[in-house]
């Protein structure tokens, strides 16, 4: 971004007299805030007004919804912040936020942006009056997804301008910029941070928090906001002027960062790839000789430097997370170094150590070390005393010849127990139970079919499906394993929970209502810790299952680190292992408990007391009988 | 324009496994450089790995600009498994440190410290404390070590100040927290 005269200013004075200078910014303006980038982009959405935030929590997206939440709460800013049931829906209340001409957010991570794409595609066309952000957040890795999509991709395809930040503190500028375009061009903006942007932190100076004086205002207009194919015709065609215009936008235009530089080849960057190439080119001594360009606005690129580009450089090396949006928007192939001909990785995150390799080949130096193999480390696993790992095992006691269907949630780990054996995308586990049970219906042997989903992806996806498989009278087993939250994503509320984001009380949904009112006929409840009553209930459900149609079971006990559920968690029951154990590690193997350990030494099962968290369930897996209550 | 005094640059790997508290003592260690007026960066681990599997943080003070740290670049490695030295000693510059929490000295081709957190938390009665014992003890590297790379940029003092200022008005906690501390401190370095 270009420097205001202002901030030349500031930086004068901070050249001239260093210590002091900090002492009085200190004074004026308070110490710099240690913010993650989600709190950072938080942060900059209350700085520039906005008055309806809405997300579904996903990794990495999860902190900017539940940053706002606590900042509006601690400065008492009237925002309007929720969790919404899924992407979809929370994208579509922002969205009439912003038609009412108030500025609005919704975020999400990468794939939730495909259960919102339905929305997005046609918003874009209608466009925006309020100023509206759509933040998505991508995943290079993947480190916490099913895909390494590129969200910039997407806002291409629904053709609104998507802004690409480097850090936490450009994430917070680009806020005002975004809002800026969006109102001045009435049209959508999307924020594309990825992972090492939301889950890094840096010190970053907060401002002062912006108006909220802005009134509520719908102005009626059906050829907009109703329009039909005719009037989709000429919005489509308005929508590309809008392209054309932002795509000369000065603000967003790249930048050159390294001034002086001029050579016959040059490297594009954006997003952390920008922050690692300019750090990686100061070690290699290569800032003051091939310069760089950092572009803010992937898409819609800027005509005037693809046209400028391509003729100033011979070579041009484009650096980008994780697809080509702005390699493919520089027509003069021959020229272009990237991910189409393979120079630069198609697939993962770009490390630094990558980029380096890359620009050692690219300036023709020799690179020095070779990027190296590390020892893998542990998988994750579900957590001690963790009731799903009790509630698969009675799924795996019930029907042991079963096919699981499963979902997204901390309950995938339940592949590491062999009770998962699909996981697509959120609310599949019911409708891909639903086609195996058709796949299988001409076959003389018919598997017990068993889905499980937990509470919160039930009601992001998992209702739509379950009707379904009501009307077509499926014949399997769905487990919803309750556990009274969202728990991988920091334990968010769920529309059962009865509270809201900040813990003000809401109305609760109840989901065995909901079940019941979906047609299923065999619907129960059970606490999978009682593990002794809950595997009965389990195979009474696979039997109806077989003869009748779709059973549902209930799996409710409150997760373990669920800070909101304290008091209906059971008593401690503390364990021990006896001689009775011969070493077979079948709990190891069938219930990979953390805290059940296996002594090599002793040839035997062991409980490492700092894990256990005295759930008891152990007791009735050992086949010996070797676990006891102590 | 983000400028400001780089009393020392300091690259530092803290891992361990999810529910250990990585994020937490780099949080402290961040909010410390920030405390002592430098720029800091940190990268973490976030999402399904907080489940039990392997937890990385870089920590980057002064001027920086990329959140990750290279291969070979650490300055020091805090390890709250011995497993991670294996997993991430890759990331280690020649000359560099490692403080790591085990019950026997690891051999690793680094100058190597080791305490026995996990034995110490128990003792001291908070079980959860394993990495505020560790890192009480890696707050010793100044004490003990030669040269430029002289272990933590920061003091045991300015830890203890930073902890204060986050557990304001949760007493019972920060005492806890200052004893683990104070208990990793107290060991002696062989």
Redesign the interface.
Known sequence: MR?QPK?LL??KA?VAK??LF?LIMEVCVG????M?GNEAIAQGLLENGCAVATSYPG??ASEILSSITRIKEKNSIPVHSQWAVNEKVAFEIAYAGCMAGLRTAVSMKQVGLNVASDPLMSAAYMGARGGFIVISADDPGP??SQTEQDSRLMAMMAKIPVLDP??P?QAKEMISIAYEISETFEIPVMLRPTT?VC?????IQAENFGSFERNADFKKDPARWAATPKFRFKLHTELEKKLEKIAAFKKTAPVKLNKKTASGKAVIVSG?AA??T???MKDLGLWDKIPVFQVIQPYPLHRNFIASVCKDYDEILIIEETMPVIEMQIADRTRVRGKLNGFVSRVGEI???AI?QMLCNFAGLKAE?A??Q??????????AGCPHRASFFAIKKAAPKGIYTSDIG?Y??GLNLGAVDTVLCMGAAISQAEGFYHAFKNESKRPDIVATIGDSTFFHAGIPALIDAVVQNVHFTLVILDNRTTA??GNQPTPASGFGASGETLEAVDIEALVKGCGVKFCKTGDPCKIKEFIPLVKEAVQYARNKGPAVVIARHPCLIGRKRKEEQAKKIFVEITDACEGCEYCIRHFEC?AIIFDNDNKRADIDP?LCSGCGVCVHVCPKKAIVIK | ?????NLQRSQIVISG???QGVLFI??LL??A??MK?C????????????????V?SHLKVGD?????I???QADGLIALKP?NI?????FLKKGAWIFVNSGKKPDTGFDTYAVDA?ALS?KTGN?KSVNLVLLGFALKGEKVRQGENKGLFCTFEDIKSVLAGQLKGKKEMLDASVRALETGYAVSVK
Not at chain 1, 374 to 383: F, H, N
Request: with cysteine; glycine share 8%.
């Open positions: 420097m901030a500031i930086l901070w260093p210590r900090l110490r710099k805030k240690l993650l990794t990495p480190h916490s480097d850090s503190v090492r889950h890094s932190r840096q010190d952390v922050a690692h300019r750090e990686i490390l630094p150590e380096e070390k990027i190296v590390s020892q893998p480390g542990r998988r994750p696993t579900l957590c901390c995938t780990l991988m994503t953390p700092l | 324009m983000k400028k400001s005094v496994v999810g529910g780099t949080r961040a909010e450089a920030i007026g720029q800091v960066f940190t990268s973490e681990t976030h999402g399904m790995a907080q489940r039990g599997g392997t990385l920086f600009s990329s959140p990750l290279r291969p070979f497993e294996l997993q991430h000693g890759s996990d128990l079980p």
